[in-house]
């Protein structure tokens, strides 16, 4: 866990930890709390060294880049790093035991949904994500300009209500220096 912390200090210098990652743990976990009825009062059946092993193997078995050779191990730790110190961190055994009070039938049900849903999202080399990615960006810019049409006519409100929000997600920049982005088109485009 102290490895852990200081990987994530050297990969997020600021302390802004928001990444997305494949699997919301902690509503798979509400998912296996309220599927085998695990009551939060009582204590939990689970021992230390099955959710130890179990997180081991589970992470073993999250494979993105096949092979053996050095450069394929090296891939397959970088791919799977921040998925892995999210695991570890969520489904360690005091949290488990003690705050989430899981029984082990509903444990190895939710190590086993994990690993599918881990599956499902990995994207394969050539798969088409751009419509998708563009579809994600652009309903909430649309419901945005929509919703600017409402405050017209009100001073009080600001229309550029949402705007530098998006335009730091088009930018990938903290801090949007200009109001307005001027894109000048060359050769075919233009």
């Known amino acids: 866990m102290k490895e852990d912390r200081e990987v994530l200090r050297v990969i997020f210098p600021t302390g802004d930890s928001k990444v997305v990652l494949p699997c919301n743990l902690l509503r798979m ?3 296996a ?18 959710v130890v092993e179990g997180v081991k193997e589970l ?10 050779d050095p450069l394929s191990k090296q891939a397959q730790e970088n791919a799977t790093l921040l998925f ?8 360690c055994s005091r949290r488990m035991i003690e705050e989430f009070r899981l029984s082990g039938e509903a444990f190895d049900w939710l190590l086993g949904e994990i690993e599918s849903k881990f ?14 990615a563009a579809q994600s960006l652009g309903e909430p810019a649309t419901q945005m300009t929509l919703n600017t049409f409402h405050y017209a006519g009100v001073s009080a ?3 550029t209500l949402g705007v530098p929000r998006l335009k ?6 903290k801090k949007p220096k200009t109001p307005s982005l001027t894109v000048f088109l060359l050769g075919q485009s233009a």
């Not at 992470?59 to 053996?68: E, Q, W």
């Open 84 to 91: 892995n110190i999210h695991l570890r961190s969520t489904l």
């Open 29 to 31: 976990i509400w998912n």
């Open 119 to 132: 599956n499902q999202a990995i994207a394969h080399p050539g798969e088409m994500v751009g419509a998708l």
């Open 157 to 159: 409100k600001n229309v």
């Open 59 to 68: 992470s073993k078995k999250l494979v993105i880049v096949n092979g053996d």
């Open 33 to 50: 709390q309220k599927i085998f009825h695990i009551n939060t009062r009582l204590p939990s059946d689970l021992h230390p060294i099955k």
């Open 168 to 173: 730091e997600l088009i930018n990938i920049s």
